[in-house]
């Protein structure tokens, strides 16, 4: 046994290494956000040197902890302006517009800046009027950003945030 002291280290979860990771390249860009409400949609970021996309988290929590970590940064963020469709049930309705509404509600939280935006507004500007097809915006993003990997969850937030950058 040697008198040397002891060296304790502190563990680091991964997730507060991303974290630290994420801040880090973040800190001197101004972010564009850009929402696809609802289950299926997405979440990205757009920045100078930054181009991040997200499926929409599954928990209100996890959505509020990705947003506070960008917030700082963000100088702007558009809100795809949606509305309940004639043939969706009233659980689903009222399920969307909670949904909705805790999205704003955390925007204005957290002080970011945003915008709501029509799908036909931001799809006219980005060239891809969709009539409903997904695939439609999907192929666009993949144009956009050829190295990154483009999802049907993602390329709308992804040509949002492009908006929101472009309009801002």
Not at 22 to 40: A, C, F, H, V, W
Not at 109 to 120: C, D, K, M
Not at 158 to 164: C, S, Y
Request: with cysteine; glycine share 8%; proline share 6%.
């Amino acid at each position: 046994m040697t008198n040397e002291p002891e060296t304790i280290l502190e563990y680091e979860p991964p997730a507060l290494k991303a974290i630290a990771q994420r801040k880090e390249r973040t800190m001197d860009q101004n972010l564009y956000l850009g929402i696809d409400p609802g289950q299926s949609g997405g979440i990205a970021v757009l920045g100078d040197t930054l181009t991040e996309a997200y499926k929409m988290p599954s928990t209100e929590r996890d959505l509020a902890d990705l947003l506070e970590e960008y917030a700082p940064y963000i100088k702007g963020a558009a809100i795809e302006a949606v509305h309940s469709f004639p043939k969706q049930g009233v659980a689903s309705s009222f399920a969307f517009g909670r949904s909705y509404g805790f999205l704003r509600g955390l925007l204005i939280a957290l002080r970011i800046p945003f915008r709501e935006v029509a799908p036909g507004s931001w799809q006219r500007a980005m060239g891809c009027l969709t009539k409903g097809d997904k695939n439609v915006s999907k192929a666009r993003a993949q144009q956009m950003w050829p190295k990154l990997k483009i999802t049907h969850a993602t390329a709308d937030s992804l040509l949002i945030a492009e908006w929101a950058r472009r309009t801002a």
